[in-house]
């Protein structure tokens, strides 16, 4: 079990810091980085380098895209304006591609390249599972794990026996580990209230978990709560929101991570809060000091709040959530049923803002998530 860092914009200096020593890995992103900025920062890590897993993730999900640095990776495709895209053939070349360029920079493990369908049906997932199984004996001989990765349209989950119909799929692969992807249409910072579908994606997870395929959920945010509830082995997220959610967009737009305005993640309520919204609640006395202050980057960000001085924590904030995500990783993987108590725990407190009167100045925090999360735990159960 364990959280890896995923990868995105300026994110290097997040891997070895020593409150952060929970995350067993990363997944490196090529669309920020070039093979040889690759090489060096993993160079830079020392003995690091030697202790932690680094999963390559092609990042081929739109392969018409030359987004950022992938066109500087080898695997890129030089002919994506003529090539058959539903061609097993052509994707194994890219993946024979990608190998040697994880043997050539160091990775420990690849992620199976996979794009993003018009439709989520089961050709689709055939032809995922067809790739990565003819690439695992490769993978293989160059001293490479791959992962099989499977990109699920959270919405498609809604429908009647969609967790059992992709997963039995998905499960004829022949490699041991998975990569799995939910794609949602949501802006990174929401959260989805559509209970079913949450509820499918976690009996999704458990169905491959069961059948002995360990998930690594990528682009995990707050939602980690409910995969790693799920029983996923391991979660993946990053220092940016859309690191904390699959955004197709993010393949398409400019490099860097977006606006950047600090964010305090408040586990007593599952939210991400803007620095108003943090004192408001600070003087009704819903956010607890003393629990917050467990989080050493939430006591940071506490002192200066208090002493007023306006001194910027973008940076803290972005640590104090990669700290948050390690504990809530290790304490739910430890007791699955703490993700219930937490979810409740949440839904208590939002309702004394609400009884408090008091008007949060960010209207997407509302805390609506929080009772659909819970309905989406017991759905799941039954």
Known sequence: ??????????????????????????????????????????????????????????????????????????????????????????????????????????????????????????????????????????????????????????????????????????????????????????????????????ANAIKLIRLLENAGTKIIVGFSGLDGILWKHAGATDLATGKFFNLRRFVPGRWDDATDGGKVVPYWTDDGLITWLREPDVQLLLNAKIIDRQAASSNPHSAEILKILDAKSGTAWVAIGWRQYLYWFQEMEQTIGQDPNLALKLLRAADKNWGEIEKSEIQLYDRLNNGEWVRPWINAIAEASR
């Open 1 to 198: 079990m364990g959280v890896y860092h995923q990868m995105g914009h300026d994110s290097w200096n997040l891997i070895d810091r020593p409150e952060l020593q929970k995350y067993r890995g990363l997944i490196l992103s090529p669309v920020n980085n070039s093979p040889a900025e690759v090489s060096d920062r993993l160079g830079q890590l020392g003995f690091t380098r030697d202790l932690i897993d680094i999963i390559l993730d092609p990042q081929l999900y739109k392969p018409r895209s030359d987004r950022g640095k992938l066109a500087s990776w080898p695997y890129f495709p030089n002919d994506f304006d003529s090539a058959d895209l539903s061609k097993v053939a052509w994707w194994v070349q890219r993946g024979e591609a990608l190998i040697k360029c994880a043997h050539q920079i160091g990775a420990t493990a690849i992620c199976s390249p996979a794009m993003l369908p018009r439709v989520f049906d089961d050709a689709y997932y055939s032809q995922v599972v067809d790739i990565t199984n003819q690439l695992h004996p490769i993978a293989h001989d160059s001293k490479l794990e791959i992962l099989l990765t499977a990109i699920v349209d959270i919405k498609t989950l809604a429908e009647e026996n969609s967790p059992q119909r992709i997963a039995t799929v998905l499960t004829r692969t022949k490699v041991s580990r998975a990569y799995l992807i939910f794609l949602d249409d949501l802006k990174p910072r929401q959260q989805r209230t559509d209970y079913e579908s949450l």
